[in-house]
């Protein structure tokens, strides 16, 4: 059994290969050799769930601060358009 948040964050963080492992000049894909010859431990569905959960929620508090800084640099904007009219 696997969970499914954890292999999507094991993906996520496997991406730099991936793109090494890419062919193809219009769609790069990977070959299935590359895939099958990937190793790596899978912990037990419980620590998956509590890996997947611990770096869910630190997705979420990255999403969260990245839209803080995108309403700062909206009112700076704005700021700055109001003081230079």
Known sequence: MRDKEFIYQFLLHYEPQWITLGQGSTFTAINATDIKSLKF??????????????????DK??????????????FKKGLLQKMFV
């Open 41 to 58: 431990l899978i912990p037990i569905i419980k620590e998956q769930k509590k890996i997947a959960n611990c770096l869910t929620a630190l």
């Open 61 to 74: 508090k990255i999403e969260a601060v990245a839209q803080q800084i995108h309403h700062t640099e909206q």
